[in-house]
C-alpha cells in the first residue's frame, strides 16, 4: 500500500508510472517530457472540433440553425472556433442564400493562444479575454448571432451579452453552443472510469484543469438576464447551450 494516499480523485500524472514493458514499445523517448506534452496536446486537440462537430454532435447542429431560424435574406454574426472546418459556414450561406450574408469571426488562433499562454482574462480565468467583435457593428446589423465553440473563451458575459444583443434585430435568437472540457457534469464523467480519469490526466498535463476557462448555463443564463426572452438550456453528451429570443 502507498503511505501517502491523495485526497481527491485524479489530478495526478500517469506519465510517472512508465514501466520497462512500456519503453520495450515505445523506447527511452517515452520518457521526454517535452514529447509527452506535445504527442498529448496534439491528441487532445488536433483535428477534435471537426471530428466533434461534424460526426459525434452533427444533429446539434442542426438544431442550432433551427434555434436561430435562420431563412433566406437572413445576415448571420457567427463567432466560434473552426467554424469552417466544423461545417457551420457553409450550411449557413447555403441556408441564408446569396441574398444573405454570414460574417465570420474566428477565434481559434486567439483561444489556443490564451489557453496554451496561461493568458488571464478581466475575471480572473487565464483563456479568455474582451470581445471587441461588435464594436464596430452598425445597431441591429443583423438578424441573429451564433457563438459556437466559443463561449468559454469571453471574460465578461453580461457585457458581451449587452454588445452582441446590440447588434441584433428585435425578436431574434441568439445561440451558444460548445462541446466543454469543464464543469460538474463533464469531471463526473471523467471521473466516472478511471481508464477515462488516467487518459484525461495524461493528455492534459501541458494545460491543467484550473487553466481550462469555463461559464456554466447557469452563469451565461444569469449574465444575459432579463435582455432575453423565455432563456434555455439544454446539455447533450458534453455540448452546453443556451438560447434566448431578443426583446
Known amino acids: 500500500m502507498t503511505s501517502d494516499p491523495k485526497s481527491s480523485f485524479g489530478g495526478g500524472n500517469p ?3 512508465i514501466q520497462p514493458w512500456d519503453e520495450e ?14 504527442w498529448g496536446t496534439a491528441v487532445s486537440i488536433a483535428g477534435g472540433l471537426p471530428y466533434i462537430w461534424r460526426e459525434l454532435a452533427r444533429p446539434i447542429s442542426e438544431i442550432v440553425y433551427g434555434l436561430l431560424e435562420l431563412r433566406a435574406g437572413d445576415k448571420v454574426l457567427l463567432i466560434g472556433e473552426g467554424i469552417a472546418p466544423a461545417g457551420w459556414v457553409e450550411d449557413m450561406r447555403e441556408i441564408v442564400g446569396p441574398d444573405g450574408v454570414v460574417d465570420e469571426v474566428e477565434i481559434i488562433h486567439e483561444g489556443r493562444k490564451a489557453v496554451l499562454g496561461k493568458l488571464p482574462g478581466r475575471n480572473g480565468q487565464t483563456g479568455c479575454w474582451r470581445w471587441d467583435y461588435a464594436d464596430s457593428k452598425a445597431d ?17 458575459w453580461e457585457e458581451a451579452a449587452r454588445d452582441l444583443l446590440r447588434v441584433m434585430k428585435p425578436g431574434r435568437r441568439i445561440v451558444l453552443a460548445e462541446s466543454v472540457l469543464k464543469g460538474p457534469t463533464f469531471t463526473a464523467r471523467i471521473n466516472s472510469d478511471v481508464h477515462l480519469r488516467q487518459w484525461f490526466d495524461k ?19 444569469e449574465a444575459f438576464g432579463d435582455t432575453v426572452d423565455s432563456p434555455q438550456l439544454m446539455e447533450w453528451r458534453g455540448i452546453e447551450m443556451f438560447w434566448g429570443r431578443k426583446k
Not at 144 to 156: N, R, S, Y
Not at 203 to 220: A, K, M, N, R, T
Open 203 to 221: 493528455l492534459f498535463q501541458q494545460v491543467s484543469v484550473e487553466d481550462i476557462p469555463y461559464w456554466s448555463g447557469e452563469e451565461v443564463r
Open 25 to 38: 514499445i515505445f523506447g527511452k523517448e517515452v520518457h521526454d517530457s517535452t514529447l509527452q506534452n506535445k
Open 15 to 17: 506519465w510517472d508510472h
Open 140 to 156: 441591429e446589423q443583423y438578424d441573429c448571432v451564433a457563438v459556437l465553440q466559443a463561449t468559454q473563451h469571453c471574460d465578461d
